[in-house]
């Protein structure tokens, strides 16, 4: 089993930033991709970002504003958070897709970090 912890939500101004962690732990695992995912109150749950070997991929809507990043040597994941929008405010998922061996590959949660962007 692959356990993701996440670190870093909170409230903050608009036009703040926020910077939020997820660290993936357990034993005989392989990640080969992670990424931060959001839901917003009455809204399905949608992508933000993603790390795949390097390349990154954004939502349109953050483009520009937020930064993922990956240490792998870690297996820990960041999203950096900038010029926050109250539209941003949702509750933030980790993803990582990863496998213990020698069983298949598969998407693994994280419990989520509430991200409010309010006045």
């Known amino acids: 089993q692959v356990q993701l912890v996440e670190s870093g939500g909170g409230l903050v101004q608009p036009g703040g930033s926020l910077r939020l962690s997820c660290a993936a732990s357990?034993?005989?695992?392989?990640?080969?991709?992670m990424g931060w995912y959001r839901q917003a109150p009455g809204k399905q749950r949608e992508l933000v970002a993603t790390i795949i070997h390097g390349n990154t991929n954004y939502n349109d809507s953050v483009k520009g504003r937020f930064i993922i990043s990956r240490d792998t040597g870690k297996s820990t994941v960041y999203l950096q958070m900038n010029s926050l929008k109250p539209e941003d405010t949702a509750v933030y998922y980790c993803n990582a897709r990863a496998r213990v061996f020698p069983g298949p590959w598969r998407d693994y949660w994280g419990q989520g970090t509430q991200v409010t962007v309010s006045s």
């Open positions: 357990g034993s005989g695992f392989s990640v080969i991709a």
